[in-house]
């Protein structure tokens, strides 16, 4: 049985929502990125949303709407992927790591205060995995500091935190339509926002740098090319108008291996916070307990044809930013933890219920085989 890590889900309505495009003759700057930003404004619930070409320009975009600039620091966790912390780079602004909770992967808001300075300027939550982070202490700090927020949401459309949607509660915030993403555009993003300023900021920046009621070849400010397309908005028409569908399947299928998990000793389930209403899978991550080696495991997996993933690594122990900050192992021992001992499974929307049968049989006995060990344990 082949078992890919993930799929998108595209359907014929997609393929003619590309091939109409592909008889116009706009290809850039018409009316599907028109449409795609007025469904993500209307679905999330905000006023303003600017597509750009993937998730990573978004990131960037909103670290210059926050004004980072040199040495301006940034409070985001190190377990994330590594283009949260990359955009506070792009505008020379120095991340400021602070650990999270193991048992959702995201922040620990018990530690953001001790890591404000009087060089903090934002603070950038990541909604790990589809789950909301415990955002009212950070929208609390935030006031009290003056500091600005910034959701990076790009694995969490959909998701809802004490009823809230993941994108409306930061100053501003991001989504990303990569592939493996909850719904795709090949590669896009979104920025959303409250901020009316703001909104015509991210189409100047996105455009060159011109401002909008310019002239075309009047740039007032350093922009960049980081305009989606007509093909990629496209697709996002069509899969914004299924994302609930989506969402529901991707739930569906997250429910078969929280069925089958329960009962493999050694592997706990993704563990939902109470303050999430609505988590949107985006990965199905497990932990590994004590006594289980992780990348044996996965090893072991792939030699029976399933491909497994340790989800995130850290992003303070790689070896760039080790160089440039000096960052060590035992930094943040709980990001660390996580990264020694989460496994992202096969998962996506299209998953059929037999696939997720066959990745948790392997799993049990890939367990088993190192079991010895494991069972000597107590209290795992
Ligand atoms: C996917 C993702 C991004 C942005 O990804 P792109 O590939 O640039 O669209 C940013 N942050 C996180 C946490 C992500 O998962």
């Not at 966790?77 to 790591?97: D, Q, W």
């Not at 609930?244 to 050694?266: F, H, M, P, T």
Request: glycine share 8%.
């Amino acid at each position: 049985m082949h078992i890919p890590m993930s799929s998108p889900d595209i359907t014929q309505a997609e393929i003619d929502a590309v091939n109409a495009v592909m008889q116009t003759a706009t290809l850039s700057i018409g009316p599907q990125i028109k449409a795609f930003e007025a469904q993500i404004a209307a679905y999330t619930g905000v006023p303003y949303a600017v597509g750009v070409n993937s998730g990573t320009s978004g990131l960037h975009l909103a670290m210059i709407a926050a004004g980072i600039g040199d040495g301006d620091e940034v409070i985001t966790p190190s377990f994330s992927f590594i283009a949260s912390a990359n955009a506070i780079l792009y505008e020379r602004g120095v991340p400021v790591f602070v650990d999270i909770d193991l048992e959702t992967g995201n922040l620990d808001t018990r530690l953001i205060e001790r890591a404000i300075t009087p060089r903090t300027k934002a603070i950038m939550p990541v909604h790990a995995f589809g789950q909301p982070v415990d955002m009212d202490p950070i929208l609390d700090l935030a006031r009290q500091h003056h500091l600005i927020v910034i959701e990076d949401a790009c694995e969490a459309i959909g998701a809802e935190y004490k009823g809230r949607r993941a994108g409306t509660m930061g100053d501003a915030a991001v989504f990303a339509f990569y592939p493996n993403k909850q719904m795709t555009t090949g590669e896009g993003g979104m920025i959303v926002t409250q901020r009316e300023e703001w909104d015509a900021l991210f189409r100047s920046l996105r455009n060159q740098g011109r401002d909008v009621f310019d002239a075309w070849l009047n740039h007032t400010r350093l922009g960049y090319n980081y305009r989606l397309d007509e093909l990629s908005a496209a697709i996002g028409v069509t899969q914004a108008k299924r994302l609930d569908a989506l969402l529901a399947k991707r739930a569906q299928v997250a429910a078969w291996y929280n069925a089958r998990i329960a009962a493999i000793e050694g592997i706990h389930a993704p563990c939902i916070a109470p303050t999430t209403t609505r988590m949107s899978w985006f990965v199905y991550v497990v932990r590994c307990a004590d006594g289980i080696d992780r990348d044996s495991l996965m090893q072991a997996l792939q030699a029976r044809g399933v491909p497994s993933r340790p989800y995130f690594t850290p992003i303070h122990l790689q070896p760039f930013y080790r160089e440039k900050f000096g960052w060590r192992r035992g930094d943040l021992p709980q990001t660390e933890r996580a990264g020694d001992t989460f496994l992202a499974l096969p998962f996506s929307g299209v998953m059929t219920e037999s696939q997720v049968d066959y990745v948790c049989q392997q799993l049990t006995e890939c367990v088993g085989e190192q079991g010895e060990a494991f069972r000597d344990r107590p209290d795992v």
